[in-house]
């Protein structure tokens, strides 16, 4: 748009939250907690949330990244996650967390709303299905290279990926709205 010579120029100006890589910044955070509560966290019947999904989640539902760096966290996520896991396999993180964080992240993009009256659905519906997303790639990788009887994967690996998803379902969700306030605070206070 060209200005004519006693035209006043429009400024409009806006508070910064953080400038363009703040998602950087609030994801670090998220993974960094996962990780300690991960090594923390005790197995209850053989059960443990996966604490590194519901922070994924919860940053990827705060910040909104694209589909390319969704695939970037997911792939700090299983960086983090190998020297952590209790699994036969931990590589299979590679694969696994990757997938389960572009997953949210193509949720998230979806237009639709996913609430129950005022109450916005989408960190639980994300934490539930990314959680699957990764759990079965996790699996199915897992006995593929280990070469685990198809009993063992349908009656005792799928159970505990559902079983974990509905926790995390239920923990990205509960985590989601204070970390949203903190995300949304202004930074002069």
């Known amino acids: 748009m060209e200005l004519k010579k006693n035209e006043p120029e429009l400024i409009i100006h806006e508070k ?3 400038g363009q890589y703040r998602w950087v910044t ?24 996966n604490w590194t999904i519901a922070m994924y989640c919860i940053a990827i539902n705060l910040t909104k990244p ?8 997911g792939l700090v996520a299983a960086a983090i996650n190998i020297p952590t896991s209790k699994s036969a396999f931990p590589y299979g993180n590679l694969l696994s967390e990757p997938i389960g964080a ?48 198809l009993s063992v994967y349908l009656y ?22 204070p970390a949203k306030r903190l995300f949304d605070a202004k930074g002069d206070q």
């Open 16 to 18: 910064n939250k953080g």
């Open 26 to 49: 609030i994801t670090t955070l998220l993974l960094a907690i996962g990780a300690i509560l991960h090594l923390v966290s005790p197995s209850i019947g053989g059960i443990t949330p």
């Open 66 to 73: 694209t589909i390319k760096q969704s695939f970037g966290i």
């Open 102 to 149: 572009v997953v949210c992240a193509l949720i998230v993009c979806l237009s639709c709303q996913m609430s129950f009256g005022k109450l916005n659905l989408k960190p639980a519906v994300t934490g539930f299905i990314s959680t699957v997303a990764s759990g079965m790639t996790f699996i199915t990788v897992l006995k593929l290279v280990l070469s685990l009887p």
């Open 156 to 177: 005792a690996m799928i159970p505990v990926v559902f079983s974990v998803a509905l926790l995390n379902g239920a923990i990205t969700q509960i985590l989601y709205f």
